[in-house]
């Protein structure tokens, strides 16, 4: 993987980045080992990716300057050290510093799949669903409870445009784009090779001929 620092540079730049928003003193004496595990989760999500800069000759490309890049990257370097050992301040602090740099709220607990993308993810929350590869979303989206506590789930290849909400006991099809402004709020089980559209209660689907995983993917 070509990387814009090598690992231990990165690892020295996030913690100063911590340091610098979190002045506690708290240990981060494991934070090489939780960058390498969220770099090493980075390549395989990357790979498996074709938007523009995440992949290039053969190979995955991660800039901690491109700022979509370096969103994923806390995100996983936060779930990667909830996994390795719940509690630890590195989790809160990467999580936090995600939310401070780009507003998205992807909480360390919530298990995002190991291919997905944002694009400009500014004012996303993305709650604890059920994600499935290639799903990809913009600014401003939710994924979200009801008032149960019900979450949504979605299938592989699924699109959330820009000011998107999925909300309560909805289950996404495979291959379904979410459209701009939707807000599908229990909507039950959608079929699969959909388009979702209009606001709740008047929700509605179409179908589409187009595929997520080769058209917004480029795989």
Known sequence: MQLSLDRRDLSLYVRKQFENLFPDG??????????????????YCFSRVRLKGFFADGRARFSHWHSDQYAIFLYYLANSAFRERPGHPIADKAYALNKALHALDAFYEVELPDVFAVQHPVGTVL?????SDYFICYHNCTVGANLDNDYPSFGRGV??????????????GDNSFVSTGAIIIDGGALEADSILHGIYPNAGRSRTARNVVRDIFGV
């Open 127 to 131: 709650g604890r669903g059920r994600y």
């Open 26 to 43: 708290a240990d981060l004496a494991d934070l090489p080992k939780f960058v390498e595990l969220a770099l090493g989760r980075i390549e």
């Open 159 to 172: 699109v959330m445009y820009g000011g998107s909400r999925v909300i309560g006991k909805t289950s996404v």
